[in-house]
């Protein structure tokens, strides 16, 4: 079904399930920076959080690749699991500044403080060569985002006890989650790809993008300075649908890391579309997007839409909402689409 959210309304908490316990994995190190940030929860305790570290093999070598984990309090073995959401973040701004980010007197920013309140488990990852994790001096393409995906999820194995996560990817990140759903069905439990573009058909941000595709093919990082990532919330001509003082904050928080990152999803996003079979994305999908998001046309969406094989499934469109969703003053429309679908019960068989 299609839905245009308009407004925001209350949706029960989930009921917490208790995983199975597993095993460690290949290429786990071990958690530490353990801390608790004082913000209260959706009733009760304080929101935790713990960076872990995943190892990666590529030809150069192993790289460390940095995880950050939110929830309210810190995990407990006599309790049951929580259900598991991990956050997989786009081409220009790694991932505590896309879904951490907390700004003095604007609000909540942070998406991953708000599903820690709605009873998650939250992780995300910053991708080979992004923010706090190793580079291998590759360009950090899509595929390269899967391996990197694939390593981190003995971490959350061993952590939560779980074995199937739930995923939310935004932008290429959308691309990321949905190729990881692919080749490891067995792992995704539901996921939400949010700024997604399939083939990328009469997108005009992929068009101005394609420009460039030459350098992107001869240069493994690109440049992303203050005013490249300013761009990404002008570029839709709905400025105002953010505040620029957050998005200097975010600047803010990504330019610590350098003015460069890869090229490798940008030359994918330009040149190599389409980089997912919907028909082999098995599980429940959620499609999120702002309708004035130029990096795909409704039309392209929906021909990923209606190819998906699960019949749990939804399409929504957020109104008055251009690319970057957790950003935009209506957040709340995508918080609400979210933990709705998350929530969603399981359909009657036959």
């Known amino acids: 079904m299609t839905i245009l959210l308009r407004s925001e309304h209350p949706v029960a908490r989930r009921t917490l399930l208790k995983g199975a316990g597993l095993g460690a994995g290949t290429f786990i190190a071990a958690a530490a920076n353990a801390q608790n940030d004082g913000s209260r929860g959706d009733g009760e305790g304080a929101i935790w959080s713990a960076e872990y570290w995943a190892r990666k093999s590529?030809?150069?070598?192993?790289?460390?690749?940095?995880l950050w984990r939110k929830r309210i309090g810190a995990p407990d073995p006599a309790e049951p699991s929580r259900p598991v959401l991990f956050l997989v973040h786009g081409s220009s701004n790694s991932a505590r500044p896309s879904f951490d980010l907390a700004v003095d007197g604007k609000g909540e920013y942070s998406l991953m403080n708000v599903f820690a309140r709605y009873g998650y488990d939250v992780w995300?990852?910053?991708?080979?060569?992004?923010?706090?994790?190793?580079s291998?001096?590759?360009?950090s393409?899509?595929?390269s985002g899967v391996v990197d995906l694939k390593a981190a999820m003995p971490v959350l194995s061993r952590e939560t006890g779980r074995s199937k996560f739930n995923f939310f990817g935004a932008s290429s990140g959308a691309i990321r989650?949905?190729?990881?759903?692919?080749?490891?069905?067995?792992?995704?439990?539901?996921?939400?790809?949010v700024a997604l573009t399939y083939k990328g058909s009469r997108a005009p941000t992929l068009r101005d993008r394609s420009k460039q595709v030459e350098f992107y093919r001869t240069h493994n990082r690109r440049p992303r300075d203050r005013a490249?990532?300013?761009?990404?919330?002008?570029?839709?001509?709905?400025?105002?649908?953010y505040d620029m003082a957050v998005v200097d904050a975010l600047a803010d928080a990504e330019l610590k890391f350098g003015e460069e990152v890869p090229t490798g999803t940008y030359l994918d996003m330009t040149a190599n579309l389409p980089l997912v079979d919907p028909t082999k994305v098995l599980c429940p999908v959620a499609i999120v997007h702002g309708d004035h998001d130029g990096i795909a046309t409704p039309e392209d969406l929906f021909d990923f839409y209606r190819q998906l094989p699960n019949g749990d499934r939804v399409f929504i469109t957020l109104p008055n909402t251009a690319h970057n969703m957790t950003f935009a003053n209506n957040r709340h429309l995508l918080w609400y689409a979210t933990r709705s679908f998350l929530t969603a019960p399981a359909p009657a068989a036959g």
């Open 141 to 143: 393409d899509i595929a």
């Open 136 to 139: 291998s001096g590759d360009n």
């Open 58 to 66: 590529t030809p150069t070598g192993e790289i460390s690749l940095n």
């Open 228 to 241: 490249m990532i300013r761009s990404i919330f002008t570029r839709d001509n709905l400025a105002t649908s």
């Open 177 to 193: 989650a949905a190729a990881f759903a692919q080749a490891e069905p067995e792992t995704v439990e539901r996921v939400v790809l």
């Open 124 to 134: 995300t990852m910053d991708h080979d060569g992004y923010g706090h994790s190793g």
